[in-house]
């Protein structure tokens, strides 16, 4: 899968709306973020939320499962 699929996804399964940031985000992780959200989905978490913390290696999911808030920092060292 090319870069711009993976933005796309991205875009739709991870509500990155920005485009240059679904962008940078599949040119980082790949299918990674999507990998581990699709396994929390299963395991009955949703999704709340999604955020770069500095604009160039953090991607930083937001996750809920019944009443707690959890987030999960994905960082390209």
Do not use: C, Q, W
Not at 19 to 29: G, K, N, V, Y
Not at 46 to 72: A, G, H, P, Q, W
């Amino acid at each position: 899968m090319d870069v711009f699929e993976l933005a796309k996804k991205y875009h739709v399964e991870l509500g990155i709306k920005e485009p240059s940031f679904a962008t940078m985000a599949a040119e980082l992780f790949g299918d990674l973020g999507l990998s581990i959200m699709n396994h929390l989905k299963e395991e009955g978490y949703t999704l709340k939320s999604t955020r770069f913390l500095d604009y160039e290696k953090s991607l930083v999911l937001e996750i809920v499962k019944e009443n707690k808030s959890y987030e999960i920092l994905l960082r390209k060292l």
